[in-house]
T-cell receptor, first 115, second 111 residues
Framework: EPEVTQTPSHQVTQMGQEVILRCVPI?????FYWYRQILGQKVEFLVS????????KSEIFDDQFSVERPDGSNFTLKIRSTKLEDSAMYFC?????????????FGDGTRLSIL | QKEVEQNSGPLSVPEGAIASLNCTYS??????FFWYRQYSGKSPELIMF????GDKEDGRFTAQLNKASQYVSLLIRDSQPSDSATYLC???????????FGSGTRLLVRP
């Protein structure tokens, strides 16, 4: 069964450094998403991406964050200057379309630890 | 008022029993409702989704939706120890791309 793949599985970074999290969505999916989950808390939406542009973003997704689809398969989340509070699991998700019967499928996540 | 509310649990049931997981939501504009299973330290795994009032069955799982009461539930029949996990309810407005998650209910199935 096709799946969303994320790399790396665990990223350790010094505070203030830039980090790029990578995702390969399911191949026929057109909508891409990033979510995060701080330890012990709920899954939170960050951003959605369609047709090479951001379609929706949350308040969390400030100027320190950016997303890109650099080629036909990868989808990346960049955090420009990491903070301690950016430590979390980051999940990439994708869906075929948007609508009432279009579920989002999640990757295994990247655990980001900021020191 | 929280957008999506779930009892944190744990909900403890014996093996073979029916587990009933509940979720309420505050936005009447919500259109799609999803149940995900999340094992500790892992990613959300889609179990099923529903968008019409009534019941939807898939194997041992039944999702129930009542839009008038703003309530969605998940029934797990013949519960197995491997079903022990946190179950996340998520909702989506048709005008929005994002899923809004509840905090999840931890289910423990006792052998």
């Amino acid at each position: 069964e096709p799946e969303v793949t994320q790399t790396p599985s665990h990223q350790v970074t010094q505070m203030g450094q830039e980090v790029i999290l990578r995702c390969v969505p399911i191949s026929n999916h057109l909508y891409f998403y990033w979510y995060r989950q701080i330890l012990g808390q709920k899954v939170e939406f960050l951003v959605s991406f369609y047709n090479n542009e951001i379609s929706e973003k949350s308040e969390i997704f400030d100027d320190q964050f950016s997303v890109e689809r650099p080629d036909g398969s990868n989808f990346t989340l960049k955090i420009r200057s990491t903070k301690l509070e950016d430590s979390a699991m980051y999940f990439c998700a994708s869906s075929v379309a948007r609508g009432v019967n279009q579920p989002q499928h999640f990757g295994d996540g990247t655990r980001l630890s900021i020191l | 008022q929280k957008e999506v509310e779930q009892n944190s649990g744990p909900l403890s049931v014996p093996e073979g029993a029916i587990a009933s997981l509940n979720c309420t939501y505050s936005d009447r504009g919500s259109q799609s409702f999803f149940w995900y299973r999340q094992y500790s330290g892992k990613s959300p795994e889609l179990i099923m989704f529903i968008y019409s009032n009534g019941d939807k069955e898939d194997g041992r799982f039944t999702a129930q939706l009542n839009k008038a009461s703003q309530y969605v539930s998940l029934l797990i029949r013949d519960s197995q120890p491997s079903d022990s996990a946190t179950y996340l309810c998520a909702v989506n407005r048709d005008s929005s791309y994002k899923l809004i998650f509840g905090s999840g209910t931890r289910l423990l199935v006792r052998p």
